[in-house]
């Protein structure tokens, strides 16, 4: 698959290349030059549908057997198609190593990065910054890939415990470097350190953040799946229920139905941070500063992935509209549709998918009779606070999640300063060669 920028459209890279890049040279995004229509996959499982998407996507550039490879190694887990009632499904998208829809991403781009290197028999660093969440998806997807050094870099004492068991006991190939600052200063001290040309070329660094177009194609596997396992419900194709943030996994949706999947049409659903919905009624895009929610991982004020999805419809609105549309969600709402999904189906749900579930229940443009499928973010667990605050219960952590918190905590201080961390580097690299 060739990829472009969406800035200049003239601006090609294979897929190997613009996984390494991350963000084409112009400042723009990756995305595919040409649009393939996907045979039906051979079996029913989520990993006999990923095998056929990944083959698309993958073939030539890399052998049969390395893609099938690349797939089978990303995937050791599935999600969950489960109905609720009503005619609506919640597609579980939390049984992964780090219990979030990321690690649908983050396993699929470690896995390639890992072949890749394999292939050309080198190895690289990848470099990340994280207030929380995001490491530690990318922590638990590049366990034991050993072509790839990870080194990540959270502020001491801002992150959760259990952000911070998850960063910090995975060992072996990832390093977790604890700065004693603030989150901006480890994206500054990345930041500084990719624009270090001595630096960057000595390490091999790259990165792993979510506009990569390694971990932006995989999220289009779980809606072909489910679209072809609804395909046997009466009422036709489902309606797509996305909680959204940066808008990643909602335009990898609508790449899987570009690529031919059936949708009724997907419902966007954000919280305060409404970018999207105020897009799609004004056809003016304005960024803005982001404001904190219940659902804190969508709290995004200047979703990066705008630039895909407006490049996707020719930033025309209008042609997004019989198949997009979009909700802003409440922190009340949020939690009154919680109380809702628990108390008519004893279903408990994280804030991100109850945003979710709350566009549905408002919304009233969605066509009649379709059957309902809700993308569920994260493991309830994840939020218990706010889960505690909502229903009065305490989800149980699952097992991924136990597994961590038990785990002995390995980390390295280091001052909030560039050359800190270059030094950090050099003496990784000189303990593991
Ligand atoms: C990242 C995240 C989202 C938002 O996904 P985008 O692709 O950024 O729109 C929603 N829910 C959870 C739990 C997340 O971690």
Redesign the pocket.
Known sequence: MIFRSTRDTGLRASLESAVFQGLAPDGGLYVPVEHPHLPAPGGRTFLDTALMAGSVLLEPELDHATAAGVVTRAFPFSPVLRTLGDGVHVLELFHGPSC???DFGACFLASLMDAYCARAARKVTVLVATSG??GSAVAQAFRGRVHVRVVILYPSGRVSELQERQLTTVGGNVTALEVTGSFDDCQRMVKEAFRDPALRSRHTLTSAN?INPGRFLP?AFYYLWASQVMGGEPGGPPVFV???????????GLYGWKWGMPAAGFLAATNANDALPRYLATGRFDARVSVLTL?N??D?GD?S?MERLRDLFHDEPARAAPLLAATSVTDAQTVAAMRVAWKRYGYVM?P??AVGYSALTSDTGRPPGSPVVLLS??HPA?FVDTVRDALGLEPELPPALQAAARGRKHSVRVEPTCAALAAALDGLAAATG
């Open positions: 979030a829809f990321k969440d995001t979510s999220q996305v909680p959204s943030g940066n808008l990643g996994n909602l335009t990898a659902s991982a969508m995004v979703p992935n994280d991100h998918t973010t994260a994840k």
